[in-house]
């Protein structure tokens, strides 16, 4: 199997119980954002990784297919990592499972990149239309700790990831305006990644570093043992149902649609 699509999805949360399972216009996220993947991408065979039993059960009947993983994995590349021992794909999609407006085309560019050649890739969108879309300042992304903060080096590719406000613009007093965006554009990271069979078992192995320890990004252990993460850049619209909030956010999203 050339690529597929991996969804690791955990039933325990800190910021909204039981997230998979909350309900929003009668079925569960995790329900809305399988169902959204298939019609973007049909494409491409997609599997959930679960760790609980209910998350299983609720997918079966909504015809998709999960696997069982330990639910001691403390992110969710090392669930698909084990995943991936079952369905055997030679390079792995991971859509979070609270990604309810992942896109094809934001599919599609990951499979570009990891057909290429690259090890690992990833996707973030530009500050200022991450922002416009959510309806929140650029001030309040880029000081917010739960929006995350990618740079990248000249070739497209990770140079760190941050939930501080990186860099730090000193000839502003370290604010976020147009001319500093020109400068060094900020990309605000979105939680989709590619990964070669290969190198998703080597991640998996590594164990979490340092970097990954301090910020809670996994993303960071790649970077901090020194391989290459390609970053493609998006401008579609990206909703993450992590609070409440943004559930109400995704909500009133789907009325608007109706």
């Known amino acids: 199997m ?42 491409l065979p997609l599997y959930f990784a679960v760790d609980d039993e209910r998350l299983r059960e609720m997918l079966a009947q909504s015809g998709f297919e999960a696997i069982m993983t330990d639910a001691k994995h403390t992110c969710g590349t090392d669930r698909i990592a084990e995943a991936n021992r079952t369905v055997r794909a030679d390079n792995v999609i991971n859509i979070q ?7 094809g085309a934001q599919i599609r560019s990951l499979v570009t990149l990891i057909e290429g050649d690259s090890e690992m890739a990833t996707l973030g969108t530009p500050l200022g239309i991450y922002a416009r879309f959510n309806k929140r300042s650029v001030d309040d992304v880029y000081n917010d700790p739960g929006d995350v903060k990618l740079l990248c080096d ?28 020109d ?12 990964y070669t069979a290969e190198f998703l078992q080597t991640f998996s192995s590594l164990g979490p570093g340092n970097l990954e320890t301090a910020e809670k990004l996994e993303m960071l252990r790649a970077t901090e043992h020194g391989y290459r993460i390609a970053v493609g850049v998006s401008n579609d619209p990206y909703i993450e149902i992590d609070t409440l909030e943004q559930a109400r956010d995704y909500e009133r999203y789907l009325e608007k649609q109706s």
């Not at 499972?97 to 896109?103: F, H, M, R």
């Not at 000249?154 to 965006?181: E, L, M, Q, V, W």
């Not at 400068?183 to 590619?194: M, Q, R």
């Open 2 to 43: 050339k690529t597929a699509i991996l969804v690791p999805a955990r039933l325990g949360s800190t910021r909204l119980r039981e997230k998979m399972l909350h309900t929003i216009h009668g079925k569960p996220v995790l329900q809305w954002v399988a169902e959204r993947i298939r019609a973007q991408a049909p494409e």
């Open 97 to 103: 499972g609270d990604q309810a407006l992942v896109t």
């Open 154 to 181: 000249r070739s497209g590719n990770a140079i760190y990831f941050s939930r501080a406000p990186i860099p730090y613009f000193r000839d502003s007093d370290g604010g976020y305006d147009a001319g500093a965006a």
């Open 183 to 194: 400068l060094c554009p900020v990309l605000i990271h979105l939680g989709l990644y590619a």
